[in-house]
Structures are given as C-alpha cells and as structure tokens.
C-alpha cells in the first residue's frame, strides 16, 4: 500500500490573513480619513508609501481577490463591459473593479472595493502593467506616473537600464508624489521603511535554510501566504514579529522531527516557475500532496530580497534601484537567459528533483521561452520539466486534465530517471 | 504600372526566396528586424540590408516545442520558420523586447536554436515624460550603431547614416503619394497591392524600391477610375505587426467598400513621420520614434485617444465606418480595445472589430460580420 501524503500546515502562517485583512481594510477606510491614495504595479509601491499614502499593489490585490473568491465576479463585470477574455486576468480584474465602483454595481464580496487612486504609479515590468494604468487615465482621467522597468535581457545592459530606472524615479515618480502630496519627498521615512524591511528580509531569508533540508519543513504555499509582509506590506512593523514567529516555528519542527510533509518527508522536491494561482492555492496543493510532492522555490516568488545586506537606508532611492538592477538585483533573472543560470543554481542548492512551469495564458511575464529553459535544464543537469497552462485567478483558463496528465509524467519520468 | 505590380506581388508571394536571392544577389548581409520600430536606417548604414520580420506562410509546427498557442501569429510563425531553418539566410537579427511581452520569447529560443552571427537587443522605452527616457532611448540607438560597427568591422560615419535616412524618407515621401493618390481615386488599387506595396518596401533594398514607387506613381497618375462614389469608404485600423490576410481585404472590397486609407501597420503607419536630416542623425532617429502619432498602443502614451485618431482619419477620408482588425493575442491592441470602441459609441461612429489569427480561421464568419458592417453602413 503506498504511503498517503498529507501537509504539515504552519501555525504562523495564521497570522497572516489578518495582517492583510487590515491592510486592504485601511486602504479602504483612507478616503474617508482624509488621506492619499496610490495604485501601483511593479515595486514602485514603496514610494507611495514614504509619502504616507495608502497604496494598492496590482498583484497584491489580485492575491487578495483570488483568496477571497472576488476574482471571477469582478472578471465576468470587466467582460460585461466590454474587456475582451484573453487580456491580462489582473487587467480585466482591475477594470471590473473600476466598472463596479462606476456604476454601483453591487458585489458578493464588498471588501473587494476598492477606493479610486489620487495617482497611479505605473511600474512597467510587463506592458500590460501600462496598458492598465493609461486606460485608468483614459476612462477617469487618473493622474498617471509611469516608470518603465526593463527586464535585464543581457548582462552588460544592466549598468544602463539601472541608471534609467533610477532617472525615472528622481525625475517623475517622486515629482509627481510631491505635486499629487502637496510636500516634499520623505526620504526619512523611505529610510525608515528598508530599515524595517532589512530586519524582516534578514528574518525571512533564514527562513530559507529549511527549504534546503531533507526533509522539507515548510513549503511553497506557506511561502506563498507568507510573502506581503516584504513585498506590498513593506516596512509595516509586525512584519520583524510574525517573520520572527515563523523562524521559531520552523526551527521547532527541525528540533522534533516534523516535516512539511507527513508522515516522513516527501518524495518529490518540485521548482515551481512563475506566478502563484492565488485563487487555487488548495487545488494546487491537491494535485501535488497526494504524490508526495513539495514544490520548494521558484523565479517570482522567491526570496526577493536574497541580500539584505545590500539594502543602504543611508541610500534610499539607490538602494531601490539596486534592490532591482544592482549586480545582484532580481530583473536579471526575470529575462529567459539569465534564469537558465539562477533555477541552475536553485536546482544544485535545493537538491530539485523536478521542474514545473507554470506558464500563465494570460500573462507571459514568467512564461518567457520556458520550454526552451526547461530543455536546457533538463540537458544540463538530468533534471525533467513540464510546463502547465493555467491561469493565476481567471477559472475559465484552468483544465484540470491537462494540468494532472502532465504533472503525472513529471512524477513518473523522475521515478523513471531514479531507477536508472 | 502592371508590371510593377507583378514584381510587388511576386517579392511578397515568396519572401523567403526573394530575400535569400537578394542576398546572393548582392552580396550583402541580411539582418532581420522584428516589427515595427527597429530603426532600419543604422542597419542599412552600416552598408547590411535590414528586412522586416514577417508572419510567415505556413501552419506553425515545430514552433509548439518552443513558444505556447496563445502567443500572437508572427510570434509563433517566426519562431516556427526560425527553428525549421527558414529563416538561415538572415546573417542578423535584431528585437525590441519592450514593445510587448511575447518579443522577450525570442532571445533565448534564437540563441540557442538557430543563433545568427549576429544578433541584438533594443529596449526602445515607452514614450514616457521626463528626459531620462530620450537619453535612454538616444543610447540604447548608439548601442545598436557600435553594435552594427563591431559585426562589420566599419564606422559608421554621421554622413552615411543621414544619407541611409534620406533614402528611407524618399521610400516614405513615395509611398504617401501612393496613398495620396488612393485617397483622390479610391479603388485605383486594390487594398491587397497597397499591403503588398507596404510590405515590399519592407523587404527589398529601399533603393530598389524607390524606383519600383516611381515607376509604379507615374502609372497611378495617368490611370483613370471608374467612380466609386456610390461605394461606401471605411478605413481599416490596428493589425499590428504583420500581415492581414489578404482575403479578408477582397472580402471588405466584394462587400461594396472601399478603402480609400488605412491605420495599419503594414500599411500608413509604417511609413508614417520622416526623420530629420539636419543635425545629428542618431538624434533624429530617436525623435522619429518617440513622435506619439500614429499612435500606438505600445508605446505607453496616454494624453492621445486612439479613437480619436483614428475618427478623424475616417473624416478626412470621407470615410462612414471604421474597421478594427485586432491581432488574436496581441495584447496591446487587445487591451486598448475596449476604449477604442467605447469612443466609437460615444461619437457614433459605426465600427466592427475582425480578429485574424495566424492559422486559417473562419472566413464565413468574418464574412458574415462585414457583410452585417456594410449593411449597417448602407453600402450594400
């Protein structure tokens, strides 16, 4: 009788919902307590925020609808009024959103609601984080501050794409923050918020070294509910207690013998590339447990900040670039090439057994020649890969057959591979 | 003028042939340009001609292994070709992995598939305030310039690059006396010619083309034309990147309309906005790029309506409708549709979208659309 597999789920990871609770709570209530309010995409919500504004973040908010089952209502609205299926899920997410607002319409999940931007700082990592934002432009005239974000597709341009980026940022985002604020820019307190996020990020990162156990103590869906405290909830300060609270937790399993995966471990160490499927994290986690399988780390949702260290609060807006386009920034490794070398270095350190790629039919921004990465792995290092098409939030673009058939190839070429 | 025709036609019937005998031809190096805003004036300085990517003519096979079903037709039909070694005589090839998401498939399937001796990457930023984007967009042109001088062991000289510039501004001052001339006599061609002459320009050598425009315009100007005037006009707007199929243009012209102008890609954007020859060249190159009309939906430009634009085309032209032909996975277009056709509401202006897609799709069911469009505009 084969072994059945079931997860260890993480006490401290409870604590998390009601942090995000309050942060989407306050940003709605901040209207109405007289205070600012940014949209941002890309990680140019920090900005926002050394203002004192309170600020949505585009994929954070879509994690948000996804997990409290907003997405597919507001979605159908945006279709409703006219978005076409195939664009971007967090686009069309967003544009139902704004439609309901509009027009009053009223949704199953209020919480979902939320206030319209007094500026919208658009951080183009993909284009349609653009496209997004000047449609906001368009349809109500919401003040728009760009800022192109370029993925780094060769090594030596990174000098010059960080320079630009830092240029944008000195000459329009924090302008256009001073106009929308009324004050100048807040340099302080952006010092203030990487220190508290040089502290949690620390934290974090040790978190990390029991992704490297055998056994596994936690797992990528842990890591996936557990990620706001660095990205969108950035310098808020129970970010140090709860990282510090999960730390604790992990070193205990290590100390009496619990793993991620029960009852001894797992049998599969799995790299998961690309986005998290916010609205099916439990369906996702159904079709891996069962096969004893743990996917570990990834390109996106990974440590985003692997060198704390690096991050200067004598240097703020420096450091904000360097955090992307330094020597060891992350939009290196968004770009097809570069990430051949990083999973490289992720499959050689997390011991990985397998590759899934999860390739998203509505934005390609991690979908990036993968199945040319997953050959070049699979020749440099014996490892398999499958991709799956699915979608972040949108149900409609989620197939169940095709995503179970090839996830059971994976399992069965590893147990092929390990027989040799 | 029917003989220029046929040369277009049979350039475009069969690029891959054309190019790779232009290059035995010549001699020359060929680079490839991923569509649209790779400046091809530096690449024809630096003594290469430079060629426009196209959708290809094939069904995708080869391609499923390295790029998904829901990336758009050129995307998949270019790699297809470039993996099946269709494309083997293009010495170079050079993408602008900014323009949309799917461009930053290429780098790595080419790299390590089908590497040319030459290859490129332009980021072009968006048309974003702030000087920072120029200065960018000013080296990262002077980055594909060393680039170009390092592949061909030659400098090139700001002389060679204005007189590469003029050429192209001849091609375009020829190709808006085509549309000009389209515009007074409607129906002089058919809206298939005027894609293939559009898309001939991208192919052959300019100066080869600037002569075949000649010829073609002095035969333009004496042909006479049966009045269209009871047929209704409507411009065409959108596909970008590539080719339409030139069915569907015989259909909207079987349907009683008539194309007296388009927004195209292959077809006036292309050779919309000449570059300035006095000054510095590379300077003028990239004011070229950031002029924000025609405008696109790539380059992140907000303060200009498409809809707008594209309205007063339509009343320019006399014109009672507008055609959108959205590229099926095209992102930029597809997320600017809506509020292009919400302006189309709001000012009354009758519009369908067709979605084409690389593989053959259900033309009974464009068919049906137009046929309902043309109705609609009382032109049948």
Redesign the interface.
């Known amino acids: 009788m084969g072994v059945e597999y079931k997860i260890n789920r993480l006490a401290a990871t409870n604590d998390m919902r009601p942090m995000v609770d309050r942060h989407w709570a306050e940003l709605r209530a901040a209207k109405e307590r007289g205070e600012k309010v940014a949209w941002a995409s890309g990680p140019s919500f920090v900005f926002p925020y050394a203002m004192g504004m309170k600020c949505h973040f585009m994929a954070g908010y879509a994690a948000y609808c996804g997990g409290i089952g907003a997405a597919d209502e507001l979605m159908k609205l945006a279709e409703a009024?006219?978005?076409?299926p195939?664009?971007?899920s967090y686009?069309r997410l967003h544009?139902g959103m704004v439609e309901a607002v509009k027009k009053e319409i009223p949704i199953k999940k209020p919480e979902a609601i939320l206030p319209l931007p007094d500026l919208l700082v658009a951080g183009?990592y993909?284009?349609?984080q653009?496209?997004?934002?000047?449609?906001f432009?368009?349809?109500m005239g919401i003040r728009?501050s760009?800022?192109?974000l370029?993925?780094i597709?060769?090594k030596e341009?990174r000098p010059?794409?960080r320079e630009?980026v830092y240029?944008?940022i000195k000459?329009?985002v924090i302008p256009n923050l001073e106009e929308v604020c009324g004050k100048p820019f807040d340099y302080d307190r952006l010092s203030e918020i990487i220190s508290v996020l040089k502290k949690a990020a620390t934290i974090r990162n040790e978190c990390w070294e029991f992704f490297k156990t055998k056994p596994v103590y936690w797992t990528l869906w842990d890591y996936a509910v557990s990620m706001a405290p660095v990205i969108y909830m950035m310098g808020d300060p129970e970010s140090v207690p709860f990282y510090e609270k999960l730390l604790k937790e992990l070193r205990e399993r290590k100390e009496k013998g619990i793993p991620a995966m029960a009852p001894d471990g797992e049998k599969y160490r799995i790299y998961w590339d690309g986005w998290i499927p916010w609205a099916f994290l439990g369906k996702f986690m159904r079709k891996f447990t069962p096969n004893g399988a743990v996917c570990l780390c990834g390109r996106y949702p990974w440590e985003m900040f692997p060198h704390p260290e690096l991050l200067d609060t004598e240097h703020p807006l420096e450091t904000v670039a360097d955090w992307m386009y330094g020597e060891k920034g992350l939009a290196k490794n968004m770009?097809?090439?570069e990430s051949?070398e990083f999973i490289g270095g992720l499959i050689e350190e997390y011991s990985i057994d397998g590759l899934v790629m999860f390739?998203s039919?509505s934005c390609?921004?991690w979908?990036?020649?993968q199945?040319?990465?997953v050959?070049?792995l699979d020749k440099r290092y014996g490892i398999p890969g499958v991709?799956i098409?699915a979608d972040m939030i949108d149900p409609a673009m989620i197939s169940d057959s095709q995503i179970d058939i090839r996830l059971q190839a994976l399992f069965e070429t590893i147990d092929g591979r390990r027989r040799r | 003028m029917q003989k220029v025709l046929s040369k277009i036609a049979e350039v475009t019937s069969d690029p891959y042939a054309y190019v790779a005998g232009l290059k035995d031809r010549t001699g020359k190096r060929i680079i490839g340009c991923f569509p649209m805003y790779v400046p091809e004036e530096i690449v024809h300085a630096a003594d290469l001609i430079p060629v426009v990517i196209w959708r290809g003519n094939e069904s995708v096979t080869w391609g499923h292994?390295?790029?998904?079903a829901?990336?758009c037709g050129i995307v998949r039909s270019f790699v297809d070709d470039a993996v099946r070694g269709k494309l083997g005589f293009m010495d170079g090839m050079v993408f602008h992995?900014?323009?949309?998401?799917?461009v930053?498939?290429f780098?790595?399937?080419i790299?390590?598939?089908v590497k040319p001796a030459y290859m490129k990457?332009l980021?072009l930023?968006?048309i974003?305030?702030?000087?920072?984007?120029r200065?960018?967009l000013l080296?990262d042109l002077q980055?594909f310039k060393t680039s170009l001088e390092d592949f061909t062991g030659k400098k090139i000289s700001d002389d060679d690059l204005k007189r590469s510039i003029d050429i192209y501004n001849e091609n375009r001052s020829l190709l808006e006396r085509v549309y000009e001339i389209r515009r007074e006599r409607p129906g002089i061609l058919k809206a298939r010619e005027v894609m293939q002459i559009v898309w001939s320009s991208m192919l052959m050598p300019k100066e080869d083309h600037n002569e075949l425009l000649e010829e073609l315009i002095k035969g333009m100007e004496k042909k006479t034309v049966e009045s269209k005037g009871d047929r209704v006009k409507v411009i065409p707007v959108g596909c970008l990147c590539q080719t339409l199929q030139f069915d569907i243009l015989d259909m909207i012209e079987d349907m009683g309309m008539v194309i007296p102008d388009d927004d195209l890609y292959i077809g006036s954007r292309y050779f919309a906005n000449k570059a300035n020859i006095n000054g510095n060249p590379i300077e003028a190159l990239a004011d070229r790029y950031l002029t924000k009309i025609p405008l696109c939906?790539?380059k992140?430009?907000?303060?200009i309506?498409w809809g707008d634009e594209a309205i007063k085309q339509m009343k320019a032209n006399n014109a009672k409708g507008i055609i959108s032909i959205r590229v099926?996975?095209c992102?930029?277009h597809?997320?600017?549709?809506?509020?292009f056709?919400?302006k189309m509401m709001e000012e009354s202006v009758p519009e369908v979208m067709i979605e084409m897609e690389h593989e053959i799709m259900s033309l009974e069911g464009v068919k049906t659309r137009l046929q309902s469009f043309a109705e609609t505009l009382g032109g049948v």
């Open positions: 009024s006219g978005e076409l195939e664009t971007c686009h544009m183009r993909c284009t349609e653009s496209h997004y934002s000047e449609s432009y368009r349809r728009v760009p800022l192109e370029p993925f597709f060769e341009d010059r794409l630009f240029r944008q000459e329009n770009a097809p090439k051949v390739s039919k390609r921004m979908n990036l020649s199945m040319d990465v050959d070049a991709v098409e | 292994a390295h790029v998904p829901y990336d992995v900014r323009q949309c998401l799917q930053g498939e780098p790595l399937i790299e390590r598939n990457i980021y930023p968006p974003y305030p702030g000087d920072g984007v200065s960018f080296d980055s939906p790539t992140g430009v907000w303060d309506h099926k996975y992102p930029p597809t997320c600017y549709y809506p509020d056709k919400s």
